[in-house]
């Protein structure tokens, strides 16, 4: 914790770092060893694990905004659309992508995903960069947050589908920022990340897609979820701000 309490940002450059490389090469173990998620499972817990540790052990909850939300779920529509923004797909067909044991090692891995995730870009370099400068805080940890998946292409992703999923990262990046600055929690941000994750192993879209064909069905449904995006974030960067908690 020298560095955080040196730097905070280049703190969270380096949780960065072992996160992006850690996932890239724990997912060419598992693919190794023939047992699909077991070796990011494992990473990303025991990431999630040593992180819990090292924010209880230096009081770093309320800062970082794990804690109770500060405004009233009604003002902020129940969070209603981040579940519509989610279960977009699941809409038009739901199934089990992969085997009940494989699944929930992929469940496991996505719930600690939208755990390090939250709190590492909007946490850990967002809190960084806000203390010079607030909107340099906002872009930043959202463009980042973003670019970050294009690192899947280095494992197999099609260029397509990765640039559909960083477009939708990156409004999905400022609206979870906006919701931490309106509620001065990331509670419902790493709900919300976690289930979104989830659903992606469920919700198939198969309906749709047997209609108009997956890269057809691909847009409608980023689509859909940027449109409940975009209209949530207005609203919600109308809502009054809230005092960020002081370490």
Do not use: W
């Amino acid at each position: 914790m020298k560095l955080f309490q040196k730097n905070e940002i280049a703190f969270a450059v380096v949780l960065i770092v072992i996160y992006v490389v850690g996932s890239s090469v724990m997912q060419r173990v598992s693919d190794a060893v023939g047992i699909e998620f077991v070796a990011e499972m494992i990473f990303t817990a025991a990431m999630s694990a040593v992180l819990l540790l090292i924010i209880r052990k230096n009081r770093l909850s309320a800062y970082l905004g794990l804690k109770k939300p500060e405004t009233a779920a009604s003002k902020m529509l129940f969070y209603i659309p981040l579940i519509l923004i989610a279960s977009a797909a699941a809409f038009f067909g739901m199934g089990m992508e992969y085997s009940p044991a494989v699944s929930v090692l992929r469940t496991v891995m996505m719930i600690c995903v939208g755990f390090l995730e939250e709190v590492i870009f909007r946490g850990f370099l967002f809190r960084g960069i806000a203390k010079e400068n607030l909107t340099r805080a906002v872009v930043i940890s959202s463009l980042t947050f973003a670019i970050g998946h294009f690192v899947n292409l280095l494992n197999g992703s099609d260029l397509f589908g990765n640039t559909i999923q960083v477009i939708y990262a990156v409004a999905v990046g400022f609206l979870m920022v906006f919701i931490f600055m309106r509620t001065s929690s990331l509670i419902a941000c790493i709900v919300f990340h976690a289930l979104n994750n989830c659903m992606t192993a469920f919700a198939t879209g198969k309906i749709l897609i047997d209609r108009i064909g997956e890269t057809n069905a691909a847009m409608i449904f980023v689509g859909i979820q940027l449109a409940i995006a975009g209209a949530y974030l207005l609203y919600v960067s109308k809502l009054p701000k809230k005092e960020l908690p002081a370490k």
